[in-house]
Structures are given as structure tokens and as C-alpha cells.
């Protein structure tokens, strides 16, 4: 039996519990300033990872997840330790209120089994929402204005008329594509999609 499912069966009957979870960035860093608050938070077992909190792939924070069950408490130091973003934390925990589960942020004061703790945190929820809405109107309206002043949305391409002479050139000097391509710095498919121009 794999090891998180025999914990849970250990746990089966377990109380309802406050359950930590700790992240630090760098291998450099120490779990233990998290995890004694945590303890002395009444955390029965915490969760950790030591990953940069801009990775999707943690492995401690899958097994919280996992080990969470309705009326437990994800209990954090602090909120940074969650979420990527401001939109990831509160998908995670609408996540959890979904499934019948609290949130505490310690260094915050957030607890969302508390009538305060849950309208912060749909301040959160709704200031994250206003900040997306912001970056696609400010996008659109970029677009928009580039478009009016005749200018196309995405990268510069790496082909501009005078590389392309420069290609030409090259070529017409006895260079194969292979090696033109690599004096300028493009891939063959890019060398010839632009020489049929």
C-alpha cells in the first residue's frame, strides 16, 4: 500500500484537524521558524516542500490536498506560502471551502471558519478578479491602439527585408541553406519560409 494511502488509513478515524503546510524557496532555506509556528498553532501534521512558489510541480502541497477531508483546517504561516498569485490562492481555497474545509493564515490573521476571516478574503477574491479584468481591458486597449497606428500584435520577425537580401546573397555565393541559416541565426524552416517571398 502506497505510503500516503496506508497514512490515511492510519488516520481514518482521526478528529477533525488542523493540518499545516510549509514552503520555502531555496534548499538554502529552513522549514523549521514555519513549522514550530505551525505546531504551536495546533497542527497535527504539516505538509512540506522546498520549491519556488512560481513551480507548478509540488509534491507536499498534492499531498495536503490529498490528506485534506471536510471540517479539517489548512493552517499556513503565511500567505505567500500558498498561492503563486493572488488568483491561485484564492482558487486553492475556494477549492477547499468547496470541499468543506477551513483556511487560517497566521502571519494574516485570516481564518475563514470566522465570519472577518471570510469577507477578507472575498476583498481577496474580488480584488484578484478586478486585477484580471484590468490586464485584459489594458491589453485589449494596447492592441487596439497598435492596430490604429497600423502595427500587428506578437514578435518581430526574425526575417526583415534586409536579411532576407543578406540570405540571397549568401546563398547565391554557394552557401546551402543549412549554413545560411546558421550564420543568421534562424532555423531552415524559417529561411525558407521567407525566401519564397
Excluded at 56 to 72: I, K, S, T
Excluded at 178 to 196: D, F, M, P, S, W
Aim: proline letters at 3%.
Amino acid at each position: 500500500m502506497p505510503k500516503l494511502a496506508l497514512d490515511r488509513f492510519r488516520d481514518y478515524d482521526r478528529a477533525m484537524a488542523l493540518i499545516g503546510y510549509a514552503r520555502v524557496s531555496t534548499t538554502d532555506q529552513r522549514h523549521a521558524l514555519q513549522t514550530d509556528a505551525l505546531t504551536t498553532a495546533g497542527c497535527t501534521r504539516t505538509f512540506t516542500d522546498t520549491a519556488s512558489g512560481k513551480l507548478d510541480e509540488r509534491p507536499g502541497l498534492a499531498q495536503v490536498l490529498d490528506y485534506l477531508r471536510a471540517g479539517d483546517t489548512l493552517v499556513v504561516w503565511r500567505l505567500d506560502r500558498l498561492g503563486r498569485s493572488v488568483q491561485h490562492l484564492t482558487t486553492t481555497v475556494a477549492g477547499l471551502a468547496e470541499r468543506g474545509i477551513e483556511f487560517r493564515s497566521l502571519t494574516e490573521g485570516i481564518d475563514t471558519s470566522t465570519a472577518a476571516g471570510k469577507l477578507i478574503f472575498h476583498i481577496f477574491a474580488s480584488l484578484a478578479e478586478f486585477e484580471r479584468s484590468l490586464i485584459v481591458e489594458r491589453t485589449r486597449a494596447g492592441l487596439d491602439a497598435a492596430a490604429a497606428r497600423g502595427r500587428k500584435g506578437g514578435r518581430p520577425p526574425k526575417m526583415t527585408p534586409e536579411r532576407i537580401a543578406a540570405a540571397k546573397a549568401l546563398m547565391a555565393n554557394g552557401k546551402n541553406a543549412t549554413e545560411t541559416a546558421r550564420i543568421l541565426g534562424v532555423g531552415r524552416t524559417t529561411l525558407y519560409n521567407h525566401l519564397g517571398d
